[in-house]
């Protein structure tokens, strides 16, 4: 039972549109998500997260969405370029494992920027 | 460079010949942990340590061995790995408490 999931294995989008990538969660015990970026022969690299006390986390052409009632987030790319074709992974923790922290994943969405 | 280093990067191998892959972290990270990436299930946590001694199996532990015996290596081991370990593996680290993690640049394994 995948607890965080990426319905979408992959999306292409026109270079300086909007790229929009979903993330849904089941756990209620989540409060804390995290975007990574992951390129060919490359391991994941940390992008930006989002506290569950927020709604909104932006940082330069990235931003996180919480839906914390709907158990969704979303990541906004604008404008897309042809570097940020990658494979996005969704991740969750909660704090109630304490130090632990451990990180559940997403199935991963490829991300395509076409020139 | 603060970096996470696993070696070997690719493998090939056969069914039941031991294997070890090396993780390595020069940031002085109490956590580290391994995962897997397969197709369609994304990453998925195999072992993991809070501190040096200190190992707790995650999601997908069977046919694995971790060691933590420095606080800077947490080699993953296969005693007698089989074709179903075929994969992509990621060993990982993090400061104690905090939520992000580092990764390594990754070992394919491939289990004939």
């Known amino acids: 039972d995948q607890q965080v999931k990426q319905n979408s294995p992959s999306l292409s989008v026109q270079e300086g549109r909007i790229s929009i990538l979903n993330c849904d969660y089941t756990n209620s015990m989540f409060d804390y998500f995290l975007w990574y970026k992951k390129y060919p022969a490359e391991g994941p690299t940390f992008l930006i997260s989002i506290s569950s006390i927020k709604d909104k986390n932006e940082d330069g052409r990235f931003t996180v969405f919480l839906n914390k009632s709907a158990k969704h987030l979303s990541l906004h790319i604008v404008p897309s370029q042809p570097g940020d074709s990658a494979v996005y992974f969704c991740a969750a923790s909660s704090s109630t494992s304490g130090s632990a922290r451990q990180l559940t994943f997403g199935s991963g969405t490829q991300l395509t920027v076409l020139p | 460079e603060a970096q996470v280093t696993q070696n070997p990067r690719y493998l090939i191998t056969v069914t039941g010949k031991k294997l070890t892959v090396t993780c390595s972290q020069n940031m002085n990270h109490e956590y580290m942990s391994w995962y897997r990436q397969d197709p369609g299930l994304g990453l998925r946590q195999i072992y993991y340590?809070?501190?040096?001694?200190?190992?707790d199996k995650g999601d997908v532990p069977e046919g694995y061995k971790v060691s933590r015996k420095e606080k800077r290596n947490f080699p993953l081991i296969l005693e007698s790995p089989s074709p179903n370990q075929t994969s992509l593996y990621f060993c990982?680290?993090?400061?104690?408490?905090?939520?992000?993690?580092?990764f390594g640049a990754g070992s394919r394994l491939t289990v004939l």
């Open positions: 340590s809070m501190n040096v001694e200190v190992t």
């Open positions: 990982a680290s993090r400061i104690g408490g905090a939520n992000v993690l580092t």
